[in-house]
């Protein structure tokens, strides 16, 4: 929890010093929302497992492999709760993601292709056609503009004798 006001310390001086990581505001309190460890795969895992909060802050996003071990779009309460399984996919999760605007879908590459998740049903759908190799779209986030209406992602692309990160557009 983040307390009103952030600039009154806590254990130690907010700013650090020469021998002291900077400390937290008074008030501030963690709290663990994940427990994995009885799971077949336990822990967040992907390959890019940061965390995503729902606009709204309704809801913190994550990767995290399934029973079958495949990586899938989980979501949890900030305040505690069960997790939620987004995605039941065939193909993993294959790139950091991004939510929409307006919070109801999240941006994503999967087998190959940029893809969109409705988050309330769970269902997924290719945005891009299917590539492979270096011609399939990146690792990195795929990004939604502010009006939700088109995602931001990155590809190889050969040019010059080599192959360079280049953005690309996609709309909805």
Known sequence: DVPDDVRVPGAGPLEGTETRMPAPPRGT???RI???ADRPYPGLQGPRHWLRSAPDGSQIAFLMKDER???QLWTAAP?????????????????AFSFSPDGT???????????VTDVARGATARLTERTA????????????SPDGTRIAY??????GGGEWNQAFIVSL
């Open 133 to 144: 190799g270096g011609a399939a779209p990146r690792p990195e986030a795929c990004v939604f």
């Open 69 to 71: 071990g495949i990586v």
């Open 29 to 31: 309190a963690q709290r």
């Open 154 to 159: 990155v590809r190889r692309v050969p040019s």
């Open 105 to 115: 879908r999240v941006a994503h590459v999967m087998d190959g292709s940029v893809c």
């Open 34 to 36: 994940t427990f994995t």
């Open 79 to 95: 305040n505690g709760g069960p997790l939620r399984q987004v995605t039941r996919n065939a193909w993993g999760i294959a790139s």
